[in-house]
């Protein structure tokens, strides 16, 4: 079964900082990797998605990483916003497990103004 | 935001009685999935639908059932529901094919379900 875990589970920073999300899996045999934020009470939102044949992918202050072989993908947000304050939620879609995502824990962000 | 929504929004049900929450999408995307949110364990995929009348299993199917007899709605019925059904209920889309707008999932607003 594919584990996916996300550290930290909570985060505060001051506006304007550079910061790294962390997500690992344990089965690498992956399809694709997803990051989404989730606002609370909201749905969620897909942010990125890198496919296990790219290393990265960037839009706008968002780049996220992929590397298959160790089991790990961050996401880098830079010059944060408090706007960025939300969930950030990692999913991952397995070679073969059709069509599902598994999903870590979130990392809760806070950017203080 | 992908032109998803979910009905109702909100719903407080009493347990053993039958549940039918709605996903309708404006896309004409292929695939549709129903998730459930619950504290500590994250997003679990209940079932899905890889077209008009062909849906499959997820991980935590027991207790729910599924139709699509349109390209644009996908229903989710709790049979009878039970307390441990008490969750916010996603929907999510995604187009057929290889890519990465074709891969990537699209979620609905939710719904907060209460079974007391």
């Known amino acids: 079964k594919q584990e996916v875990t996300q550290i930290p589970a909570a985060l505060s920073v001051p506006e304007g900082e550079n910061l790294v999300l962390n997500c690992s899996f344990t089965d690498s045999a992956i399809y694709n990797l997803q990051w989404f934020r989730q606002d609370p009470g909201k749905g969620l939102t897909s942010l990125l998605l890198i496919q296990s044949s790219q290393r990265e992918q960037t839009s706008g202050r968002l780049n996220a990483s992929l590397d298959k072989s160790s089991g790990r993908s961050t996401l880098y947000i830079a010059a944060s916003q408090p706007g960025d304050s939300a969930t950030y939620l990692c999913?991952?879609?397995?070679?073969?497990?059709?069509?599902?995502?598994?999903f870590g824990k979130g990392t809760s962000l806070l950017v203080t103004p | 935001d992908a032109g998803i929504t979910q009905s109702p929004r909100h719903k407080v049900t009493e347990t053993g009685t039958p549940v039918t929450l709605r996903c309708h999408q404006t896309?004409?995307?292929?695939?549709m999935y129903w998730y459930r949110q619950d504290p500590g364990h994250g997003l679990r995929l209940i079932h899905y639908?890889?077209?008009?009348?062909?849906?499959d299993k997820g991980e935590v199917s027991d207790g729910y059932s599924v139709s699509r007899s349109k390209t644009e709605d996908f229903l989710l019925t709790l049979e009878s529901a039970t307390s441990s059904q008490t969750s916010v209920y996603f929907c999510?889309?995604?187009?057929?094919?290889?890519?990465?707008?074709?891969?990537?999932?699209?979620f609905g607003p939710g719904t907060r379900l209460l079974v007391l």
């Open positions: 999913a991952v879609r397995r070679s073969n497990s059709g069509y599902a995502l598994n």
């Open positions: 999510a889309i995604s187009p057929a094919g290889t890519g990465v707008y074709q891969e990537t999932q699209y």
């Open positions: 896309e004409n995307h292929r695939y």
């Open positions: 639908s890889y077209g008009v009348k062909d849906t």
